[in-house]
């Protein structure tokens, strides 16, 4: 940025400032003093910002002088005031070049200096005639003049930093909701036509090794789009959209939950799971998201556990809250990771398997604390591990900043190609 912008900003700053008229007319009424400023100093530029001018100097704001042909000069060094009441009569300054150039004898000056220690300039007031002001209360006045110049510089650079980070702030939500566009709808398409085309040809082709192929090219398409749906709920709750709720009086619980357990009975036959599901009562809750925590821990627990110990799941409301718990057997949990486990991208180091992204958990939590709720977990080796869920019956959710986000689809591949077909 060059000088002449710098002092274009300068002036604009100091014109922004309402009191200041104000300020350099008390200095004149009070010194009796005719010309009053308030100038921008740098090391090769004296610019005046706002200027009282009774003495016909036509100074006007904006016009710029040699920093050292002026008196400032001596102050932006020591950053000390100047008082002047007679300099063709003063020693220190009747050979100064200012006086010399300019008809100035009377003369007060103090710097302006910003909160950070920097140096903006001088608040100044002279006269072509001598005057009496090495009074205190005089230098005092122009001192807190200046303090208050310094003040009110300061709140507008605090006004423009909070605006630039405005406008960032604005600048990274659009960034996040394209973001989030590309996972829900750019990631999504492609994988669905994948899927499609598997579910096509599984329909028409008999032969075993290629039904075989199409198999495993349609469970890679699955897990692709779980990874996603994991990715998109992170991206929600960490990128500020947050998990949101479609909160309902679900009346039957419980034949929700278990088609969650049915669900994974029929995609891991060999697995043992005892479920005892029974409550009794309505639950407000958003049933879509309750069904992702059972099917995550459910998920995690058939991952974690013995395999030929089965997984056990119950439900059950209590006098104020709706209790899940999944228990597996199999080894637990590392006392120093059980305050880890809900954190994102998080896979204890026990587990037999290291896929997906370590972020079931983590969900998990955010889902139920959405709810209002409350998430644990207890493993030993006696025991076994299990995560309990307790979400209040007279839910109060809790916002997760989900202004403007999108809806989430949480449609399986098969959902589409059925769609689609």
């Known amino acids: ?11 604009a700053a100091i014109a922004c400032i309402d009191a200041v008229p104000t300020l350099l007319k008390v200095l004149c009424e009070i010194t009796g003093m005719r010309v009053a400023v308030v100038a921008r100093v740098t ?6 910002c706002a200027v009282k001018d009774e003495a016909h100097f036509g100074l006007k704001p904006g016009m710029e002088f040699q920093v050292n042909t002026m008196l400032c000069f001596d102050s932006k060094a020591s950053r000390l005031p100047i008082v002047i009441e007679h300099a063709s009569a003063d ?20 710097p302006i200096i910003r909160a950070n220690g920097g140096y903006f300039g001088n608040l100044s007031a002279f006269d072509p005639r001598p005057a009496k002001v090495a009074e205190p209360r005089i230098l005092s006045m122009f001192t807190e003049f200046a303090a208050l110049i310094a003040s009110q510089l300061d709140h507008q650079s605090l006004q ?15 960034l996040r909701e394209q973001f989030i566009a590309i996972l829900g709808h750019d990631l999504r398409n492609p994988l669905h036509a994948v899927y499609a085309s598997g579910d096509m040809l599984e329909r028409r082709l008999i032969d075993p090794q290629s039904l075989a192929l199409i198999s495993r090219i349609k469970t890679s398409a699955r897990r692709m789009s779980a990874l996603i749906d994991d990715v998109l709920d992170f991206a929600r709750g960490r990128l500020g959209g947050g998990i949101g709720l479609e909160l309902t009086e679900v009346e039957n619980i419980n034949t929700g939950l278990a088609t969650v357990v049915q669900e994974l009975r029929d995609a891991q036959p060999e697995c043992e799971i005892i479920s005892n599901i ?11 998201r309750l ?14 556990g013995l395999p030929e110990s089965p997984v056990k799941i119950t439900a059950r409301a209590d006098e104020n809250d709706l209790v899940l718990e999944v228990w597996n057997a199999g080894e637990p949990i590392p006392p120093k990771s059980l305050g880890k486990i809900f954190e994102p991208f998080w896979r204890h180091s026990v587990s037999r398997s290291r896929n ?26 006696e025991l076994g591990t299990q995560f309990t869920v307790r979400l209040p019956l007279r ?18 591949p098969e959902d589409q190609s059925t769609l689609a077909a």
């Open 1 to 11: 940025m060059d000088s002449s912008e710098n002092s274009a900003r300068a002036v």
């Open 43 to 48: 090391d090769k530029t004296w610019t005046a």
């Open 91 to 110: 020693p220190r300054y009747c050979d100064h070049e200012a006086p010399k150039r300019y008809p100035i004898e009377s003369y007060v000056s103090v």
């Open 160 to 174: 423009a930093q909070e605006h630039r980070a405005l406008l960032d702030e604005r600048a990274a939500g659009e």
């Open 278 to 288: 029974g409550v009794n009562r309505a639950v407000r809750c958003d049933l879509g």
């Open 291 to 304: 069904q992702q925590v059972a099917s995550n821990l459910l998920a995690n627990a058939l991952t974690h």
């Open 356 to 381: 997906g992204l370590g972020l079931g958990l983590h969900i998990c939590s955010q889902i139920v604390r959405a709810h209002a709720g409350q998430i644990t977990v207890v493993s030993t080796k």
């Open 395 to 412: 839910v109060q959710t809790v916002q997760l900043r989900r202004d403007a986000a999108p809806p989430v689809d949480r449609r399986t």
